[in-house]
């Protein structure tokens, strides 16, 4: 399948996401009020929420969207809720959640975020093996760049490391939580047979309780 354009910007567009998890770790750092960035990111929620239920009901609103929106958006995203408020839902959730814990909610994001550009760009261009609606290829692309992450951009980023007083993430951490998100960005959710739960929301959850536990056992 030839990747488009659209999806190019789509995906580019994404890494504007990346703000979130920077004003998570490092709001309390630059002194920012403790609930500052909670509050800021359910507003951003709330009305991304208020917004996708309206366009839904309103063709004015809808038309309004898709007219401002609509190139950055898949197809299917023009009849559910898109991508992008999951992603701020996700962000909302890690920031109460992981509030001890802003280095995994900076981490968890940041590698699906990235993680999930990756796979969505490779499944498309050059994915031949099918696995659901995702490729084999997209899934490689995703395990791969969380890995760079883990091993070649996180030691960089400024006090990111500091609970473990170390240069490096532990290597459980790093090949755990990359597996974690490749196998929960390729595999459906489903609690239900008709209840599929959004992998833009449940993927980073999962993974900063999975970097979590696996923190305590390390430093323990």
């Known amino acids: ?34 609930l500052l960035i909670p509050v800021f990111l ?32 898949r197809k299917e995203e023009h009849f559910i809720v898109s991508g992008w408020t ?8 890690c920031s109460v959640l992981f509030k001890p814990h802003a ?17 969505a760009l490779v499944g498309i261009s050059i994915g031949r093996i099918k696995i659901g609606r995702k490729t084999l290829e997209g899934s490689i692309a995703c395990l791969i760049m969380c890995l760079f992450l883990f091993y070649a951009v996180f030691p960089l980023v400024p006090g990111l490391l500091e609970i473990w007083g170390r240069k490096s993430v532990p290597m459980p951490i790093i090949w755990i939580t990359s597996m974690v998100i490749t196998i929960f960005e390729l595999v459906p959710l489903k609690i239900a047979p008709k209840l599929t739960i959004n992998d833009n929301l449940a993927v980073p959850i999962i993974a900063g309780y999975v970097m979590i536990g696996l923190e305590k056992l390390i430093i323990n």
């Open 1 to 34: 399948m030839e990747l488009s354009r659209e999806e190019i910007r789509r995906k580019l567009l994404h890494l504007f996401a990346l703000l979130m998890p920077i004003g998570i770790f490092y709001g309390p750092k630059w002194s920012f009020p403790p």
């Open 42 to 73: 359910f507003s951003l929620f709330t009305v991304s929420i208020i917004v996708e239920a309206l366009r839904f009901r309103i063709p004015k609103i809808q038309k309004a969207v898709l007219t401002f929106f609509g190139s950055m958006m």
């Open 86 to 93: 999951w992603v701020i839902g996700a962000a909302f959730l």
């Open 103 to 119: 280095h995994v909610s900076f981490m968890v994001l940041s590698l699906f975020i990235i993680g999930d550009a990756a796979a």
